[in-house]
């Protein structure tokens, strides 16, 4: 869905999207971490990838395993955290671009505001709207 959703977004940016569907919540990280390091691995050696523009994102959950990708592989450029967080003060590569998105009406939306304070990072961002828990 997300993929499809910003499809346009992409297309206007010369971004490639990719997903993954075999992730899943309450999975263990390091499973989820394992899966997510084959995808990279598969769309390095597949796709025009420039390595110093690699960003991970996540919804909810995903957002979660993002978080902890972000934390744990630092080859990313950037994270973008969409109503789930989970973080360490002083994981997060200080060169990273952290954007975190929350509604003031999402369940998640405590853990977003923490995060927001706890990042440091040069570049970072906290998108609020006022929708519930959804992309």
Not at 4 to 16: G, R
Not at 35 to 52: E, G, K, T, V
Not at 53 to 81: R, T, W, Y
Request: aromatic fraction near 10%; glycine fraction near 6%.
């Amino acid at each position: 869905m997300p993929l499809e959703k910003y499809k346009s977004i992409a297309n206007t940016f010369n971004l490639i999207l990719v997903g993954c569907n075999s992730i899943e919540n309450g999975m263990p990280f390091e499973q989820s971490q394992q899966i997510a390091n084959i995808l990279f691995s598969d769309c390095q050696n597949r796709l025009p990838i420039n390595p110093q523009q690699q960003i991970v994102a996540g919804f909810s959950g995903g957002s979660k395993v993002a978080c902890n990708l972000a934390m744990n592989q630092h080859f990313f450029s950037g994270l973008i955290a969409c109503s789930g967080a989970l973080f360490e003060n002083g994981k997060f590569d200080k060169n990273m671009s952290v954007v975190s998105v929350a509604g003031i009406n999402d369940f998640n939306y405590h853990e977003m505001v923490a995060l927001e304070k706890s990042v440091d990072v040069t570049h970072h961002a906290f998108i609020e709207t006022d929708s519930t828990h959804q992309w």
